[in-house]
């Protein structure tokens, strides 16, 4: 054992030594050959690193929870090990779609190489960060993940947009930052330590606990996305370059969620309050997240709300292990946690997809206004079939992995009304007719995404739609994921119910997972598939004996349909948007003409973030307003900044001496 130990550490190591050597080959004059050498050198890194990971989730876990490599800076234990793996996961299909979207770049004559530096410490910083043991290097790698991030998304920095989406991402980044210093301060505070290992606190400590909960709640729930505090993400995720999209999706906002569950296991067991907290802040954040999608034309921007809407769903299922926690139910607090941290990673994996798809989409049509888009499934196929197959996984449609997460926090909601019994089971209820509401309005939003983007006649000429081989592969790795999850948990399942068992589960409840026949959805689905395939066969075989017959599409009594005559996005969607419209901030713009000969009309809607247009933007012109009127902040002379400076230095250097 010790010395399969040992061999781990070596290809721990290895891994990341092999990831950092790759920006030797940034040294390559030829732009094309550096893009190449660097990208397959980060991509042995990666599958180095997976391959670290993946023989990490092979030990028991008292064996994984002892284990601290180099130093106590560093912890593979549960939860570390299942977020790193998500991680260098999502990250290899990534890195295969960097090799054809940055040609484009290339052709521009942009500073790739600049790119994929903080592009190479993004991917570095953030697996360290979610094994790091001590405070202070986390924050060190959190502020090195926030950084490159930022200097990574302005790579078309000249466009008015990518300055505002970055200055959103930018200025909340601060606001994160400075939340969780104050959060680790306190936990130093109470324990006397910078180390993770050493934080086991219960909330009746003192008043400073729940203070520490509302911080790590506030500071991690932004980076995650949770509603109110999603207001930065659909502002810079849509002006990233798509590599940065699938990433920031897929990857980064988890962070926020690794952030919570993290403080759980300090403060574990928590209080019922906090369950409920997390429930309705959640619940909000899936219900309005998917609404404001659907309300959306740019499909990144579409894409960025469902973001916020799935980060919803997984606070759902950590909701309902707070309940759990509170209430000593350690099967209600496995189906929580299990459902919440399978759905981290599906949503890693489909939304990847989608935002890859998007990408290679929005590249080839040079916009990405779905209005503009149509009749893409004769140009791409493959990207098509991928995209349908991200769209079915989101909408939490069988038989892919959406489906499976979202049944374990279904079964977590009943198994919570069966145990609690009283006013629980009325509750329960509500929220799942709550999740089931936003399956729906998934469905919905993904109908319009798929039948506008790629069925109908196209909308604006496409001369040349290319794709590569590295789109299809990253593609289809991403989309292979889903239907394995989909067909096959138990594997997956058996993870997860290992990291739940490693350190937030007091008692014996391991079967709550492994206990549901997961060997059941797997006959039926594949049952369903093979009937689709043995159809498909019989159809081929009798369009070979009697022909095909083809006609027009039936076009309400016209002939010659044009591409105006086919439904937008906007009229799809608009009766459900004008149920909330005034929480999306939903506007329309109508032009019929009343002649006798009808001139072309004309319909447009358009919907604004209500917590950004009624909120944010007021607050901030506030306090500019304020302090334009202050006048010692006008100052042209120098040296009243560096006096400024001082003083702040000196206040902060008195607060620290004072609280140690």
Not at 458 to 487: M, P, Q, W
């Amino acid at each position: 054992m010790n010395d399969l130990i040992d061999s781990h550490n070596v290809l721990f190591i290895a891994a990341f030594i092999i990831q950092l050597l790759s920006i030797v080959f940034l040294s390559i004059k030829n732009e094309r050959k550096a893009l190449f050498s660097t990208n397959i050198v980060l991509l042995i890194g990666l599958a180095f690193g997976l391959i670290s990971t993946l023989s990490s989730t092979l030990f028991t876990s008292a064996e994984i929870s002892s284990r601290n490599i180099f130093s106590n800076f560093i912890r593979l234990d549960g939860l570390s090990i299942y977020f790193l793996f998500i991680v260098q996961l999502v990250a290899i299909p990534i890195t295969i779609y960097n090799f054809s979207y940055l040609q484009h770049y290339i052709e521009q004559k942009r500073p790739i190489k600049n790119f994929i530096i903080f592009y190479l410490i993004l991917l570095i910083s953030t697996q360290f960060l979610v094994i790091a043991n001590q405070a202070i290097f986390f924050l060190i790698c959190w502020e090195a993940m926030t950084i490159s991030a930022y200097l990574a998304m302005v790579l078309e920095r000249e466009k008015e947009e990518v300055q505002r989406g970055s200055f959103y991402y930018f200025a909340t980044s601060h606001v994160i930052i400075f939340v969780l210093y104050i959060f680790f301060f306190l936990l130093h505070h109470l324990t006397g330590s910078w180390f993770f290992s050493d934080y086991h606190i219960l909330f009746s400590t003192g008043i400073v606990v729940p203070i520490i909960f509302i911080l790590s709640f506030i500071g991690f729930g932004i980076k995650a996305g949770f509603m109110p505090f999603h207001f930065w993400l659909p502002q810079a995720h849509p002006i990233a370059p798509s590599v940065l999209s699938a990433f920031f999706s897929g990857v980064m906002i988890k962070t926020g969620i690794y952030g919570i569950l993290r403080t759980f296991q300090f403060l574990n067991p928590v209080p019922e309050w906090c369950g409920w907290l997390m429930l309705c802040v959640s619940i909000i954040s899936a219900i309005f997240g998917v609404w404001y999608a659907l309300a959306q034309h740019d499909i990144k921007r579409l894409l960025a709300y469902h973001s916020v809407e799935n980060i919803g769903i997984i606070g759902i299922g950590i909701g309902i292990g707070f309940i759990g926690s509170a209430n000593n139910l350690p099967v209600v607090q496995v189906l929580g946690f299990g459902g919440a941290l399978l759905h981290t990673l599906n949503h890693a994996i489909f939304k990847s997809l989608l935002f890859i798809g998007s990408g290679v989409v929005c590249q080839n049509l040079e916009t990405r206004n779905i209005e503009l888009m149509g009749g893409l499934v004769h140009r791409a196929k493959y990207i098509a079939i991928f995209f349908l197959i991200g769209s079915v996984a989101i909408s939490g449609i069988p038989p892919f992995n959406g489906f499976i997460s979202e049944f374990i926090i279904y079964t977590g909601f009943f198994k919570t009304a069966n145990e609690l019994k009283n006013y629980y089971p009325i509750i329960m209820l509500m929220f799942v007719v709550g999740l089931a509401f936003v399956g729906g309005l998934a469905v919905a939003c993904f109908t319009k995404v798929n039948s506008i983007m790629f069925l109908g006649n196209e909308r604006k000429e496409v001369k040349h739609f290319h794709t590569s081989i590295y789109d299809n592969s990253s593609l289809g790795i991403l989309a292979l994921l889903c239907v394995v999850i989909g067909f096959y948990p138990q594997p997956f399942v058996g993870v997860v119910n290992k990291v739940i068992t490693n350190g937030f589960v007091k008692g014996n409840s391991s079967s709550a997972l492994i206990n549901i026949d997961w060997l059941y959805f797997t006959v039926i689905f594949s049952s369903i598939a093979l009937s689709v395939f043995v159809l498909y066969l019989i159809k081929i075989k009798l369009e070979k004996k009697y022909g095909r017959r083809t006609s027009p599409a039936w076009g309400c009594g016209y002939e010659n349909l044009n591409p105006r005559m086919q439904y937008t996005a906007s009229s799809f969607a608009d009766e459900l948007n004008t149920i909330p419209k005034s929480v999306l901030v939903y506007h329309k713009k109508v032009e019929i003409s009343e002649t006798a000969f009808p001139l072309p009309s004309k319909f447009e809607s358009h919907s604004k973030d209500f917590i950004d247009s009624k909120i944010i933007l007021p607050l901030f012109n506030f306090l500019k307003l304020l302090v334009g009127k202050i006048e010692f902040l006008s100052q042209t002379d120098v040296r009243y900044y560096i006096a400024f400076i001082l003083i702040i230095i000196t206040i902060y250097s008195l607060i620290a001496f004072l609280w140690v």
